[in-house]
Nanobody, 125 residues
Framework: QVQLVESGGGLVQAGGSLRLSCAAS????????MGWFRQAQGKEREFVGA????????TYADSVKGRFFIDRIIGKTTVYLQMNSLRPEDTAVYYC??????????????????WGRGIQVTVSS
């Protein structure tokens, strides 16, 4: 059974940093993309960024480019989302997801077969 479990969320002041983790288990993810999405209250879920498990290439939404970074440790099935220079508008529930598909579609939710339960990130002004 595939499981994705997010951790590391919480409350931070604007300008601060948080590092989210997504622990993946239950299958081999070597051909998968690992994505991060977020959903603010009253808004639709949106793409944050993704990493290719095989190549470690990354892609990001324009709203977080240069502030958020996704990485992983070779040999471990955990993906990280490093969030710097946080803004109040970054407040949301953050989800990690795993799926297979072309990098052209990493931003599309339909690319992902597995989802974590999400974790709250709150940025105070």
């Amino acid at each position: 059974q595939v499981q994705l479990v997010e951790s590391g969320g919480g409350l931070v002041q604007a300008g601060g940093s948080l590092r989210l983790s997504c622990a993946a288990s239950g299958r081999t993810f070597s051909n998968y993309a690992m994505g991060w999405f977020r959903q603010a209250q009253g808004k639709e879920r949106e793409f944050v960024g993704a990493i290719s498990w095989s190549s470690s290439s990354t892609t990001y939404a324009d709203s977080v480019k240069g502030r958020f970074f996704i990485d992983r440790i070779i040999g471990k099935t955990t993906v990280y989302l490093q969030m710097n220079s946080l803004r109040p508008e970054d407040t949301a529930v953050y989800y990690c997801a795993a799926g297979r598909g072309s990098s052209d579609y990493y931003a599309a939710q339909r690319t992902y077969d597995y989802w974590g339960r999400g974790i709250q990130v709150t940025v105070s002004s």
